[in-house]
Antibody
Framework: QITLKESGPLLVKPTQTLTLTCTFS??????????VGWIRQPPGRALEWLAL???????QYSSSLETRLSISKDSSKNQVVLTMTNVDPADTAMYFC??????????????????WGPGTLVTVSS | DIVMTQSPDSLAVSLGERATIHCRSS????????????LAWYQQKPGQAPKLLIY???TRESGVPERFSGAGSETYFSLTITSLEAEDVAVYYC?????????FGQGTKLEIK
């Protein structure tokens, strides 16, 4: 059974760096065919995909946030970490991590999200 | 980026009736060499994380009731619930995975009439 859980600060000040950790069980992030992604949802608004890391360390990022995001994995701890620099109140959101199923072809990786963590609410405010 | 647009934004349907949600993409999501449409549907109940319902536009995820079905191709897709139950009250999202960045629709809120 796959489970994921997000953790991180509840409150971050503007301009600071946000670090979120996804701790999972039921799979290994080094197993072929595995990906872990981050998606966020501002209060009352839609889902927004942020980043994905695959078993082979290939990474993908949202085009609008790419310069502020970094995703990494620690297979020994069964964790995936997302960092976001220079946060703004507009980054206030529920942040979810998710286990990604994907299909790989000549055009690259194509990912959807099979299992999700419960999310962690991050507020950016001074 | 591929833009996903859902309609309607909200929908009220009577119990036992059919509910249909639409999703349109700004670019085609069909890959002819694989004969697949790169589209998924999710259900998000209040206070919960999203749940995968359908992928490849019409393949039901394991454990999803048969009353949920997906259809469509290229740029037009739909999610149909054939006989609405009270537990289906939720916001539904489509997501394209044809190309990165992977993008979601704005969501459709489904309520009981």
């Amino acid at each position: 059974q796959i489970t994921l859980k997000e953790s991180g600060p509840l409150l971050v000040k503007p301009t600071q760096t946000l670090t979120l950790t996804c701790t999972f069980s039921g799979f290994s992030v080094t197993t072929s065919g595995v990906g872990v992604g981050w998606i966020r949802q501002p209060p009352g608004r839609a889902l927004e995909w942020l980043a994905l890391i695959y078993w082979n360390d290939f990474k993908q990022y949202s085009s609008s946030l790419e310069t502020r995001l970094s995703i990494s994995k620690d297979s020994s701890k069964n964790q995936v970490v997302l960092t976001m620099t220079n946060v703004d109140p507009a980054d206030t959101a529920m942040y979810f991590c998710a286990y990604s199923a994907y299909y790989y072809d000549s055009n690259g990786y194509h990912s959807w999200f099979e299992s999700w963590g419960p999310g962690t609410l991050v507020t950016v405010s001074s | 980026d591929i833009v996903m647009t859902q309609s309607p934004d909200s929908l009220a349907v009577s119990l036992g009736e059919r509910a249909t949600i639409h999703c349109r993409s700004s670019q085609g999501l069909f890959h002819s060499s694989h004969n697949k449409n790169y589209l998924a549907w999710y259900q998000q109940k209040p206070g919960q994380a999203p749940k995968l319902l359908i992928y490849w536009a019409s393949t039901r995820e394991s454990g999803v009731p048969e009353r949920f079905s997906g259809a469509g191709s290229e740029t037009y897709f739909s999610l149909t619930i054939t006989s609405l139950e009270a537990e289906d009250v939720a916001v539904y999202y489509c997501q394209q995975y044809y190309s990165s960045p992977f993008t979601f629709g704005q969501g459709t809120k489904l309520e009981i009439k």
